[in-house]
């Protein structure tokens, strides 16, 4: 009997020792899949946000008659680059693991590209005249508060659609580009948004936004009514 159980122990010994020994392998094996294929999406964000780049530069040299057109269309160019980057990030994020190098590296870009979209959308109201609001939205991915900001800023886009642009900045990346914009509009605290130059630094509510970016447009778009 003594020997029936020292049996049953040394068995179970094994089977637990197995069982660690294959989910350290899983877990290398997965981590790394995981670097490489932000390895790869980094050097595909590489060769599309030196795209974007090149086009915020052309865009310089572009004489003003003829610059609106070429605006419209970097916009555009934009957006198609922007928008699915964003998705793969955050796909990335829900899984793997933020503190990663190549992921840290992927995500300043991003946030540089996505800045640059920003300023050809400025450039683009001032010359063109385009009936747009925008918010940069200041955020942390450990602020609680900041999940419930961005879901109403997501409801308030697909209700406003192409006139409502909407910049995230995620604070916990590192990036000196952010520490300038985070200085220039006093962002001390997350969420904070700021609508067309001015800052408010708290959580706000569909309606305190729409209160604040309604005045901004000229036409009279469904989600405005009774706040012009």
Same mark, same amino acid.
């Given at each position: 009997?003594?020997?029936?159980?020292?049996?049953?122990?040394?068995?179970?010994?094994?089977?637990?020792?197995? *069982?660690?020994?294959?989910?350290?392998?899983?877990?290398?094996?997965?981590?790394?899949?995981?670097?490489?294929?932000?390895?790869?999406?980094?050097?595909?964000?590489?060769?599309?946000?030196?795209?974007?780049?090149?086009?915020?530069?052309?865009?310089?040299?572009?004489?003003?008659?003829?610059?609106?057109?070429?605006?419209?269309?970097?916009?555009?160019?934009?957006?198609?680059?922007?928008?699915? =980057?964003?998705?793969?990030?955050?796909?990335?994020?829900?899984?793997?693991?933020?503190?990663?190098?190549?992921? *840290?590296?992927?995500?300043?870009?991003?946030?540089?590209?996505?800045?640059?979209?920003?300023?050809?959308? %400025?450039?683009?109201?001032?010359?063109?005249?385009? +009936?747009?609001?925008?918010?940069?939205?200041?955020?942390?991915?450990?602020?609680?508060?900041?999940?419930?900001?961005?879901?109403?800023?997501?409801?308030?886009?697909?209700?406003?659609?192409?006139?409502?642009? #909407?910049?995230? #900045? +995620?604070?916990?990346?590192?990036?000196?580009?952010?520490?300038?914009?985070?200085?220039?509009?006093?962002?001390?605290?997350?969420?904070?948004?700021?609508?067309?130059?001015?800052?408010? =630094?708290?959580?706000?509510?569909?309606?305190?936004?729409?209160?604040? *970016?309604?005045?901004?447009?000229? =036409?009279?778009? %469904?989600?405005?009514?009774?706040?012009?």
């Amino acid at each position: 009997m003594r020997k029936l159980r020292t049996g049953r122990y040394v068995a179970a010994f094994v089977i637990t020792l197995l *069982i660690f020994v294959l989910g350290f392998i899983l877990g290398a094996a997965t981590s790394e899949k995981k670097i490489l294929e932000i390895e790869q999406l980094s050097r595909q964000q590489e060769a599309d946000f030196g795209s974007l780049q090149f086009q915020f530069s052309y865009l310089e040299s572009v004489p003003q008659e003829g610059s609106c057109v070429v605006l419209s269309r970097t916009l555009e160019s934009n957006l198609k680059t922007l928008g699915p =980057s964003l998705k793969k990030i955050e796909g990335y994020e829900a899984t793997g693991d933020v503190t990663n190098a190549n992921y *840290i590296i992927l995500k300043r870009k991003y946030t540089i590209a996505n800045l640059r979209y920003w300023l050809l959308a %400025e450039k683009s109201k001032k010359l063109c005249g385009t +009936d747009e609001a925008s918010i940069l939205y200041f955020f942390e991915r450990d602020c609680e508060k900041c999940k419930d900001q961005g879901y109403i800023l997501e409801q308030l886009k697909r209700r406003l659609g192409d006139s409502l642009l #909407i910049f995230p #900045i +995620d604070a916990s990346i590192e990036e000196p580009v952010t520490d300038i914009l985070r200085a220039q509009y006093k962002i001390y605290g997350f969420p904070s948004l700021v609508i067309e130059g001015t800052t408010y =630094s708290s959580y706000m509510s569909m309606q305190q936004i729409l209160a604040e *970016i309604c005045p901004l447009y000229s =036409s009279d778009y %469904e989600p405005c009514k009774g706040y012009k």
